[in-house]
Every structure is written in structure tokens, then in C-alpha cells.
């Protein structure tokens, strides 16, 4: 098992990206990136609040080109949930083509990871030997909705709500070896299992732009998680959702030789990778998991090494019924401890 992790742009006079993916290079199979200031799962890298950092493109072919002398695969993330009305455009269809030909003479593009049927028509059409990918943010979690986009799609990330169903992995495992797919996991997602909020939240995340520049309802949190979170009775919820700690990483080993960290825009890359690298982790576990939610457990944080030992059999054979058990409400209080203990 490598890992796939999330490029981010350095500041600059700061140290590159390439230096901490150099630092775990052998244990690393690929780097996903978006494309300046094309909509994606995450915000721009290019332009924030009208100001455009000129230097941007310039840095990252060069942090590309550095890339590709490591002999990592490189995956073009065109992953907004919303296109607006340019959704099933020619106009989307030329700017997906443009960017593509530009990164395949530069450096040469092994995958195409899309939310977007027209993108993933596009690339299929035109470049028949970049590798499409359904992103998470599809939420395909069966052999029917897989099959059903067979065409267009070359490999799947797994809906992440089925990170702790392990028997169900293994169906869509043996589904996709038949069909001659590829599966994916996301191990470090914070959010919420089943989150009722997650298409309006990526539907904010690709509007960002208009977003911050716009005058928004005053004393609202739009996010189903954070207001979850603020009252106690509420915790346990962080318990049943959608994370594998370092230490249990290994038990996907014979379902995923690729598993992706969500290092996109997480404040510490390093200790994200080389948690799960190690497979081990000793501190507060909210600071691997984007969203990290630390701020909302406050002065509490969830110590890793806390855990009983039989949390992964518990959470991954049990029916995931939490509204009638109490297992996760018992972790907490044993994993859940002021910040000075």
C-alpha cells in the first residue's frame, strides 16, 4: 500500500511541496493537484479575493516537473460538485481540453480525478491515455452506480461512508477486479458518515469565490458538523464517522494499493503523512483528519493511544445502528481528555 497526497502551494520564500514528498517518496504512489484557479473540491491556488499571485503557475509546473523527476503519478483534480451553467458547456469542454493538452506536453498526466460526467466524457474522448477517476465527492458506494458509469470512468474512490464496512469493500473489490476497475479510499476525512449537509457544503466549497466576496447571512454556521458539535450530548457522532486511524490502516492493505490523505489544505502535511506512513500516531487524533474539528472539543482532545484495543473489530463488524448502542458514547469518555493530561 502508497498513498496519494494533496499538493499544496507553498507561500513564497517558503519551502517547497516537493521537499516533504521527497522526504516520504518510497511510500508515496501519486500527488493530486487542481489547476490554478479552475473550481474544485477545495479553494483556488492561484487567486483569493480579487488578488492573483502571478508567480503561481510558474511554481507549480516547476513543483510538477520536480514531481515527475521523483517518479510520482500526478492526478489533475477537476472535482467541483457545481459547474453552474457552464456545467455541460462547450466552454467547460475546451477549458478541460486546453488544460490537459498543456499538463500532458509539459510533464505527462496519469489520472483525471472528476465529480463531473461531461469532464470525465471529455477526458475519455480526447485522451485516451489519461486514467479517469469518479472522486469522492460522487459518493459511489455500490456495484450499481459503479457499473452504471463504467464508461466513462476508469476507477472509483469509495464512498467514503463505507470506510468501516469491510465485507462491503470486499464486494466492490471483487466487482471492480471483474470489470477491470480500480478502487480508492480516502482514509483521513473528518467528515461526518452519511453527512446530511455534504452536497450544499461542496456546492459552497465550489462557489467559494462569489462566496467570500458576497455580504452572507450574519451569525450562521453553515456547516452541519460544527453546529453538531456544540453541544456535548452530540460527541460520540465524531466517533461513528468515516476516519482509519494509522494503526488500522494496514487491515485495507488487501483491498486498496492506493489510499489517499487529504493534505490539500490541512496546516500539517508532514504529521498527516507520516502518521499514516508509520502507522502510528501518539497525540490529539483530530489533528490528522480535514476537517480537524480540534477547535470545536476544545480544551479536550481525542488522545489516540486512548483507544481501546478492540476499536476496529467493534466499529467495522458492527451493524452501524448508533442510534440504539452505546459503544462509541464509551470510547469517548476514555478517549476524550483535557488538554494538559
Not at 469565490?209 to 450562521?220: A, F, L, Q, S, Y
Request: contains cysteine; charged residues 25%; hydrophobic residues 40%.
Amino acid at each position: 500500500m502508497r498513498f496519494a497526497v494533496g499538493y499544496q502551494l507553498a507561500e513564497r520564500g517558503e519551502p517547497s511541496f516537493v521537499e516533504l514528498v521527497r522526504e516520504f517518496r518510497e511510500h508515496l504512489a501519486e500527488v493530486y493537484f487542481p489547476w490554478l484557479d479552475q473550481a474544485s473540491g477545495r479553494a483556488a491556488l492561484a487567486t483569493r479575493r480579487g488578488y492573483t499571485d502571478w508567480t503561481a503557475q510558474e511554481r507549480l509546473e516547476d513543483d510538477l516537473l520536480a514531481l515527475r523527476e521523483l517518479g510520482l503519478g500526478l492526478d489533475l483534480l477537476f472535482n467541483s460538485n457545481c459547474y453552474g451553467g457552464l456545467a455541460v458547456s462547450e466552454h467547460l469542454q475546451h477549458q478541460v481540453i486546453s488544460v490537459v493538452e498543456h499538463l500532458q506536453e509539459l510533464v505527462g498526466l496519469e489520472t483525471v480525478t472528476t465529480t463531473s460526467l461531461a469532464v470525465a466524457r471529455t477526458v475519455k474522448r480526447h485522451f485516451r491515455e489519461v486514467a479517469v477517476r469518479a472522486s469522492v465527492n460522487m459518493r459511489l458506494g455500490t456495484v450499481q452506480a459503479m457499473a452504471a458509469v463504467a464508461g466513462l470512468f476508469d476507477g472509483y474512490y469509495v464512498q467514503r461512508d463505507y470506510n468501516r464496512s469491510l465485507d462491503h469493500l470486499a464486494d466492490l473489490k471483487s466487482w471492480a477486479d471483474g470489470a477491470g476497475k480500480r478502487l480508492y479510499l480516502l482514509a483521513n476525512s473528518g467528515c461526518l458518515r452519511f453527512c446530511p449537509g455534504q452536497s450544499f457544503h461542496d456546492n459552497l466549497v465550489a462557489h467559494e469565490r462569489e462566496v467570500d466576496e458576497t455580504k452572507n447571512i450574519p451569525d450562521w454556521t453553515p456547516y452541519v458538523c460544527w453546529n453538531l458539535f456544540k453541544e456535548r450530548a452530540n460527541w460520540p457522532a465524531v466517533l461513528q464517522s468515516t476516519w482509519i486511524r494509522p494503526e488500522d490502516i494496514g487491515h485495507y492493505e488487501p483491498l486498496f494499493e492506493v489510499v489517499k490523505l487529504a493534505t490539500r489544505m490541512h496546516a500539517r502535511p508532514r504529521a498527516v503523512i507520516r502518521a499514516y506512513v508509520e502507522r502510528c500516531f501518539r497525540g490529539n487524533l483530530l489533528d490528522l483528519f480535514e476537517p480537524g474539528y480540534a477547535p470545536a472539543f476544545a480544551p479536550y482532545v481525542m488522545h489516540n493511544a486512548r483507544f481501546p484495543a478492540d476499536w476496529f473489530e467493534q466499529t467495522t463488524r458492527c451493524d452501524k445502528q448508533c442510534h440504539r448502542c452505546d459503544y462509541c458514547a464509551g470510547v469517548l469518555e476514555q478517549v476524550m481528555v483535557p488538554m494538559e493530561a
